[in-house]
């Protein structure tokens, strides 16, 4: 019902509204040939760089867009046969004051001055390479994709900055082999260059993006002049050698703690063709990959971890976009992992080996856009046979299959089209031995937005297919299992006002989670949005935005209802750089929760509940910065309160080194949730059991890094996380979806389901790139994990208690070296 009154405002104002969201007119400048190789030491000798015009006036993005750049900049662009050149001179009538603070590679703005420039080599207006360097040398590379920036992408390429009296200067050099572009006689290219000066927070472009305006590189510039250039061979290598030595206390007879590992390997690139690049990694090695921050998880659903993998991580936004590919599934966790505990308890064998991840062979991407806009991406990934060991009594061994040998495919194809549009299809497919079963999932996305980029209609729709996974009636494997999904949007993207409404089926059969990730299944949401916001100063704030939102879900199948929410959120930005935002949301009626029990069709009735939350962050200019927040989330019923604060100071010591400790606590009074029936004892099969329990979290973590240069430095990543949940009460959920009370005060009985949860993770790096594409890195990490029904009140003597589990540390060495075939041809020529 209210999407009826909610319709009315927003598609009347679809008729008063015009189209103010046009972009600015392109500027134009040129790239001019050059004989003459430019020298990168910071200084623009003018009888190289003057024969080029300069891009001038730079407008601002941030504050007060539109405004003239309140610093002179010029930009000059030249090119030979092998690359292009960049040459920029920052004017600062206050140089002393450009700000310079060290970061690692890709650190993107940190708390210094920022030149860059955004190459879209195939004018399409949606995608681009971009390359940075701060007033410090720090480099920064990303790919830009219709709005998504992947910033793990890693390009080859020089640069050199240096400071004088009149501001500070840039010099590049970007090879062809660092980007692709068409194969034509004569291109023009779409560009914009960026300028950050930091100490009054100005972003600023050359050619002027509207912030009102959806989009990025479709407000770019345009860079004509280019003649005869053609793409290089494009053949690199990377190999390398790595050793680890692993120390774990098991303390067992015949076993040492020590053990070590060489390993050695390499990444591949070769340009297939001027559009399209082949990526391998053969025999790879992830040991040094950052630690996931584990958790406990005591909901239905599966904890999704962030990608730390480079190859999984570096140029797959391609594969990314449908939201069908979880890299994380590729070397995961063994589909039989726990059936091998299982499978040895049974047989009176202890396991000598049970493997928590597959090994995976090798993995290779081909990636890459057309002259017409088609982009193409094949990915492809092989793990081995992976097995258990179990050991009987006479000590005889055998081995249990816990993975089979897995094919794990993606192929995209992805069109552009005006008006940032475009038509995306997708398909991921799970191919397995051993006659375990396969799975497949075709996916199709649209966007089509109007000629002032002001609306835009969105949506697609996913097809799954799994074979030989589930069962019939019958107990017998089925030959096929059909699922889909669709959504769509329409939208206001571009003005002060903003709305849209959407909806979202999920089948009951729907399932993607072979390599996808879906939370759950067979739900259909309804929502609306209206946002408003201020893009320049008004009152007291530099920009303002506002949403309110209203949501309704239901399941798919039976139709039933789930809930229905409003919402909203109102984030200021002060005069002084200083960030404040929060959030609301209450939920007026019972919700029909039919995940939390387990045990489909069975339903808990979620209680009406309100919750809001505050959050400020200072300005990361000043040497002490600080971000905090605090939240609290209420329902009256079963009087349920939970309550959140989080504090993180940041200090900057000086240029090189840097702190920031986060500390986040989390307390839950009367948390209701499922309980495992072999976690109590004794068992009533007929009886779905729920707890009430206190939950407290407290996470502090402390990272730095200390930057020697550029190129060099040591960084830290350490982690506490101790959760525990206490139980007072048990309950039997009923039919109707309230709870029956079984246990009314805590007693023994429910002291053994408590859980006492640790981790700890300790992350030491030092990273040297002693060569452009080559690294050597050091890492020592450190983890443990401790889990017990010990409910431990003392924070000092549940930290006390944890470090004194077995601890892992591993200590590792690798050295990467990048092998341009340019390179080598241009010596042995020589």
């Known amino acids: 019902m209210f999407f009826k009154y909610l319709a009315l405002p927003l598609f009347c104002s679809l008729y008063f509204t015009t189209a103010f969201a046009k972009p600015n007119p392109a500027k134009v400048t040129e790239a001019v040939r050059t004989q003459a190789v430019p020298v990168l030491d910071g200084h623009l000798e003018p009888e190289v760089w003057s024969r080029a015009p300069a891009a001038t006036n730079f407008v601002r993005f941030d504050p007060h867009n539109g405004k003239p750049s309140a610093q002179q900049t010029e930009v000059y662009v030249l090119y030979d046969n092998q690359a292009i050149y960049i040459g920029a001179q920052l004017h600062d009538t206050a140089p002393d004051s450009v700000l310079t603070q060290l970061g690692q590679r890709d650190s993107g703005e940190t708390n210094a001055d920022l030149f860059g420039v955004y190459l879209d080599t195939y004018n399409d207006k949606q995608n681009a390479f971009a390359f940075l360097v701060s007033a410090a040398g720090v480099q920064t590379d990303i790919k830009l994709s219709q709005g998504r920036e992947d910033k793990n992408w890693d390009a080859v390429w020089s640069s050199k900055v240096k400071r004088h009296e009149q501001g500070w200067t840039v010099e590049m050099r970007i090879p062809y082999a660092a980007v692709r572009f068409p194969k034509s006689d004569v291109q023009a290219w779409g560009v914009n260059f960026m300028r950050v000066i930091r100490r009054t927070r100005e972003k600023s472009y050359w050619n002027h993006v509207d912030n009102a305006v959806e989009g990025f590189m479709n407000q770019a510039g345009q860079l004509a002049g280019f003649k005869g250039i053609e793409s290089p061979v494009r053949l690199q290598f990377m190999p390398y050698v790595s050793g680890y030595i692993n120390h774990y206390p098991h303390n067992l007879e015949g076993r040492s703690n020590y053990s070590h590992a060489f390993n050695g390997g390499m990444d591949v690139k070769y340009g297939i063709n001027d559009a399209f690049t082949l990526d391998m990694t053969l025999v790879p090695d992830f040991g040094q990959t950052q630690s996931d921050n584990q958790v406990l998880n005591l909901s239905p659903f599966e904890v999704k971890f962030d990608e730390n993998r480079q190859f999984f991580t570096e140029g797959t936004e391609l594969f990314n976009k449908a939201g069908l590919f979880y890299s994380r599934r590729i070397g995961s966790t063994p589909l039989l992992y726990l059936s091998a505990v299982a499978s040895a308890n049974s047989n009176n064998e202890k396991l000598l080996e049970n493997p928590a991840t597959s090994a995976l062979v090798n993995a290779a991407k081909v990636s890459g856009r057309t002259l017409k806009g088609l982009g193409i991406g094949i990915f492809n990934a092989v793990t081995r046979n992976m097995f258990a060991v179990a050991e009987d009594s006479t000590g005889a061994t055998r081995k249990i299959l816990t993975d089979p040998a897995t094919n794990y495919n993606v192929f995209v194809l992805d069109q552009t089209l005006p008006h940032n549009s475009f038509i995306t299809f997708t398909n991921t497919n799970v191919s397995r031995s051993k006659n375990f079963y396969d799975a497949n999932v075709s996916g199709l996305q649209v966007r089509f937005a109007d000629r002032s980029n002001t609306f835009a209609l969105s949506g697609g729709g996913n097809l799954s297919q799994l074979y030989g996974k589930d069962t019939n009636r019958d107990g017998k494997p089925e030959q096929l299992t059909l699922g889909h999904q669709y959504k769509v949007t329409l939208a206001k993207v571009s003005g002060n006002l903003l709305y849209s409404l959407s909806h979202n089926t999920e089948s009951d059969t729907y399932d993607i989670n072979d390599l996808g990730y879906l939370q759950n299944n067979n739900e259909m949401t309804s929502s609306a949005q209206v946002n408003y916001n201020f893009y320049q100063p008004v009152w007291k704030f530099l920009s303002w935005s506002n949403r309110l939102s209203v949501n309704h879900s239901m399941l798919y199948a039976p139709r039933k209802f789930i809930s229905y929410t409003f919402g909203g959120s109102s984030s200021v930005r002060l005069r002084n750089f200083t960030s404040v935002w929060m ?248």
Request: aromatic share 14%; glycine share 4%; charged share 25%.
């Open 583 to 830: 959030n609301w949301a209450v939920r007026p009626e019972d919700s029909h929760d039919y995940f939390e029990a387990r045990s489909f069709p069975k339903v808990y009735l979620r209680p009406p509940a309100f919750d809001g939350n505050l959050n400020i962050s200072s300005d990361y200019r000043k040497r002490l910065a600080l971000d905090a927040s605090t939240g609290l989330w209420r329902s009256s019923k079963y009087n349920q309160t939970s309550m959140w604060w989080g504090f993180s100071p940041r200090l900057r010591v000086n240029d090189k080194l840097m702190l920031i400790n986060s500390n986040d606590f989390k307390i839950e009074e009367n948390n209701i949730g499922y309980v495992r029936p072999d976690r109590y004892y004794p068992v009533s099969p007929d009886k779905t059991y729920f707890g009430d329990r206190l939950v407290t979290t407290l996470t502090t973590t402390l990272s730095g890094s200390y930057i020697f240069s550029e190129n060099a430095g040591i960084t830290l990543n350490m982690r506490h996380y101790w959760s525990r949940a206490a139980y007072d009460k048990l309950y039997n959920l009923l039919q109707d979806g309230s709870l029956e009370t079984l246990v009314s005060q805590r007693d023994e009985t429910l002291a053994n389901l408590d859980i006492n949860y640790n981790t700890f993770n300790i992350d030491l790096v030092y990273a040297w790139r002693f060569a452009p594409g080559s690294e050597l890195r050091v890492v020592w990490k450190n983890a443990l994990q401790d889990k017990t029904n010990e409910i431990r009140p003392s924070y000092f003597d549940n930290f006390s208690r944890t470090i004194q589990t077995p601890q892992n540390n591993n200590f590792s060495v690798k050295l990467l070296y990048f092998i341009d075939y340019i390179a080598i041809k241009r010596v042995l020529s020589a």
